[in-house]
């Protein structure tokens, strides 16, 4: 007989289970109810280990989700559907990442991985049985690797664990291969993860379930046929490392594995912004202003970034110096006030407006853009209005795409190398922005999709009353015009856009 109580249906497998098990723990503590979890027959045992569901097991294939949702509907209207792939099922790669895109599907008011994966019915005597039989009595520090996967194969697990145990050996760090350990629950192996020097693991249940533990994890993701199809970036990766980087990539890991804590091998991200002081913005950039730095919130959570706001009432010059009627900064004191506060090569540079918005997951996609190319810069997509924060990146498509750009990342050594080039810039007018995306395109840098957001509102330096007036664009033109007749780019060239060349014409 069919009721309202909530259902979850994720059939499989493994790591997409545990991937939705955090809804439905959310639901449970929000609403006092324990929801319905459905869940195919060959994965039903991962649900022995939580209290706050109640398995409905499904007898057929994981994959045959059209079936299962008949069944589902015969329990209960209230039917939440995580699962992303099965028969019966249309999926668009909205998101950045399937496992993002299994929570936006779900309509999580929460963003992807804010949530814990809890799993507390945890069995001690079974937990202390799997180490005694795999590690011994001793018990030795030992390294975790859960290199072989169903759904995402990697070509280059026996070469890896061949290096690993060649160099740990020197070490005297065991190395378990979890390909050949068997527990009687597949949650068992978190007392092996809590007690682990590090764990190595694929895009495979492994590094879903080290979610429910604290163990540092050097991560492994698949980016075929398309990014969208790799687990994403988690607080606990010490390192992330693509598929399509092997074999070159192994002495980068087992360096890792060696020294998962290392903080050289941790950049801080060092994040500077700059806008008017709150005594001379108006209420409602202030709320503007106040909604993007929720979104920061989110993303400073993961630990790893140093807010600092920069002051021009801190330095000696500003925009009136030039005969510009504000106190606009210029943006390189703006980068040098931010380079002040690192002293490590690896460190991070983020360079935003006070109005930008973070998509959910930023973190984790500049340290692995500007870990490989030195530099990213994104093209921000603007909305109406925006009562609060995104939740999820694939929100962002219903924006609209703008031609500038609010948000730059790039190494204090980039910026060391290659600061030079860059001209003397005033921030809030026009143009900068165009000079500095188009030097980190010419070092190589990358742009990152689906990460900024942002209110459109009128600015003062776009005003046809002030555009050719205003000094700060007079000189920011003047240093564009000697940028393009140094590097031979043309004003505007639109091989260098990734956007729709109308769009950015309606937005000049």
Same mark, same amino acid.
């Given at each position: 007989?069919?009721?309202?109580?909530?259902?979850?249906?994720?059939?499989?497998?493994?790591?997409?289970?545990?991937?939705?098990?955090?809804?439905?723990?959310?639901?449970?503590?929000?609403?006092?109810?324990?929801?319905?979890?459905?869940?195919?027959?060959?994965?039903?045992?991962?649900?022995?280990?939580?209290?706050?569901?109640?398995?409905?097991?499904?007898?057929?294939?994981?994959?045959?989700?059209?079936?299962?949702?008949?069944?589902?509907?015969?329990?209960?209207?209230?039917?939440?559907?995580?699962?992303?792939?099965?028969?019966?099922?249309?999926?668009?790669?909205?998101?950045?990442?399937?496992?993002?895109?299994?929570?936006?599907?779900?309509?999580?008011?929460?963003?992807?991985?804010?949530?814990?994966?809890?799993?507390?019915?945890?069995?001690?005597?079974?937990? +202390?049985? @799997? =180490?005694? *039989?795999?590690? &011994? !009595?001793?018990?030795?520090?030992?390294? $975790?690797?859960?290199?072989?996967? /169903?759904?995402?194969?990697?070509?280059?697990? +026996?070469? @890896? =664990?061949? *290096?690993?145990? &060649? !160099?740990?050996?020197?070490?005297?760090? $065991?190395?378990?291969?979890?390909? /050949?350990?068997?527990?009687?629950?597949?949650?068992?192996? @978190?007392?092996?993860?809590?007690?682990?020097?590090?764990?190595?693991?694929?895009?495979?249940?492994?590094?879903?379930?080290?979610?429910?533990?604290?163990?540092?994890?050097?991560? @492994?993701?698949?980016?075929?046929?398309?990014?969208?199809?790799?687990?994403?970036?988690?607080?606990?990766?010490?390192?992330?490392?693509?598929?399509?980087?092997?074999?070159?990539?192994?002495?980068?890991?087992?360096?890792?594995?060696?020294?998962?804590?290392?903080?050289?091998?941790?950049?801080?991200?060092?994040?500077?912004?700059?806008?008017?002081?709150?005594?001379?913005?108006?209420?409602?950039?202030?709320?503007?202003?106040?909604?993007?730095?929720?979104?920061?919130?989110?993303?400073?959570?993961?630990?790893?970034?140093?807010?600092?706001?920069?002051?021009?009432?801190?330095?000696?010059?500003?925009?009136?110096?030039?005969?510009?009627?504000?106190?606009?900064?210029?943006?390189?004191?703006?980068?040098?006030?931010?380079?002040?506060?690192?002293?490590?090569?690896?460190?991070?540079?983020?360079?935003?407006?006070?109005?930008?918005?973070?998509?959910?997951?930023?973190?984790?996609?500049?340290?692995?853009?500007?870990?490989?190319?030195?530099?990213?810069?994104?093209?921000?997509?603007?909305?109406?209005?925006?009562?609060?924060?995104?939740?999820?990146?694939?929100?962002?498509?219903?924006?609209?795409?703008?031609?500038?750009?609010?948000?730059?990342?790039?190494?204090?050594?980039?910026?060391?190398?290659?600061?030079?080039?860059?001209?003397?810039?005033?921030?809030?007018?026009?143009?900068?922005?165009?000079?500095?995306?188009?030097?980190?395109?010419?070092?190589?840098?990358?742009?990152?999709?689906?990460?900024?957001?942002?209110?459109?509102?009128?600015?003062?330096?776009?005003?046809?009353?002030?555009?050719?007036?205003?000094?700060?664009?007079?000189?920011?033109?003047?240093?564009?015009?000697?940028?393009?007749?140094?590097?031979?780019?043309?004003?505007?060239?639109?091989?260098?856009?990734?956007?729709?060349?109308?769009?950015?014409?309606?937005?000049?």
């Amino acid at each position: 007989m069919s009721t309202n109580r909530r259902l979850y249906l994720q059939l499989g497998r493994a790591g997409d289970i545990l991937n939705a098990l955090p809804l439905a723990w959310k639901y449970h503590v929000t609403t006092g109810e324990r929801p319905l979890f459905m869940v195919a027959q060959e994965f039903a045992g991962i649900l022995d280990g939580v209290s706050y569901v109640e398995p409905v097991v499904w007898q057929g294939a994981f994959d045959r989700a059209a079936g299962a949702l008949y069944q589902a509907r015969q329990l209960t209207a209230d039917i939440v559907v995580p699962q992303i792939y099965g028969v019966g099922l249309s999926t668009t790669e909205t998101c950045t990442s399937f496992a993002r895109e299994s929570w936006f599907k779900a309509g999580s008011p929460d963003p992807w991985g804010s949530l814990p994966l809890v799993i507390d019915r945890r069995d001690a005597d079974r937990e +202390r049985e @799997l =180490i005694d *039989r795999v590690i &011994g !009595k001793d018990r030795p520090p030992f390294v $975790l690797a859960a290199l072989e996967g /169903t759904s995402s194969p990697f070509p280059y697990a +026996r070469s @890896l =664990i061949r *290096r690993l145990l &060649g !160099k740990l050996m020197l070490t005297r760090l $065991l190395v378990v291969d979890l390909s /050949t350990v068997r527990a009687e629950r597949f949650f068992d192996l @978190l007392g092996l993860f809590e007690r682990a020097h590090c764990l190595v693991a694929i895009d495979t249940g492994h590094q879903h379930l080290a979610a429910a533990s604290k163990v540092p994890v050097i991560s @492994l993701a698949t980016r075929d046929p398309s990014d969208w199809h790799g687990s994403p970036w988690r607080p606990e990766h010490v390192g992330r490392f693509f598929y399509d980087e092997f074999p070159g990539a192994i002495d980068e890991v087992v360096e890792i594995v060696c020294n998962p804590q290392s903080p050289g091998l941790i950049p801080r991200i060092i994040h500077v912004w700059t806008g008017a002081p709150d005594r001379e913005q108006s209420a409602d950039t202030r709320r503007r202003c106040a909604t993007a730095r929720d979104s920061w919130a989110i993303e400073y959570d993961t630990r790893r970034w140093i807010p600092s706001e920069f002051s021009a009432e801190r330095y000696p010059r500003d925009g009136r110096s030039i005969g510009d009627p504000a106190a606009v900064p210029f943006v390189r004191d703006v980068i040098e006030f931010g380079l002040k506060r690192s002293n490590v090569l690896g460190d991070i540079i983020a360079l935003t407006n006070a109005d930008v918005g973070f998509a959910p997951g930023l973190t984790g996609r500049i340290l692995e853009t500007v870990g490989r190319y030195g530099s990213a810069f994104t093209h921000r997509y603007d909305f109406p209005r925006l009562s609060g924060p995104l939740k999820h990146d694939g929100q962002l498509r219903s924006g609209t795409p703008y031609a500038g750009t609010d948000a730059f990342f790039f190494t204090r050594d980039w910026w060391i190398k290659n600061g030079h080039e860059f001209g003397d810039f005033l921030w809030a007018r026009e143009h900068w922005d165009e000079a500095l995306r188009q030097l980190i395109k010419l070092t190589g840098g990358r742009e990152i999709p689906l990460a900024t957001y942002h209110e459109r509102h009128d600015s003062f330096w776009e005003n046809p009353e002030h555009r050719s007036t205003l000094a700060g664009n007079q000189r920011n033109q003047i240093l564009i015009g000697q940028w393009f007749a140094r590097t031979g780019l043309k004003p505007r060239d639109f091989t260098y856009w990734h956007v729709n060349p109308e769009l950015v014409r309606a937005n000049s």
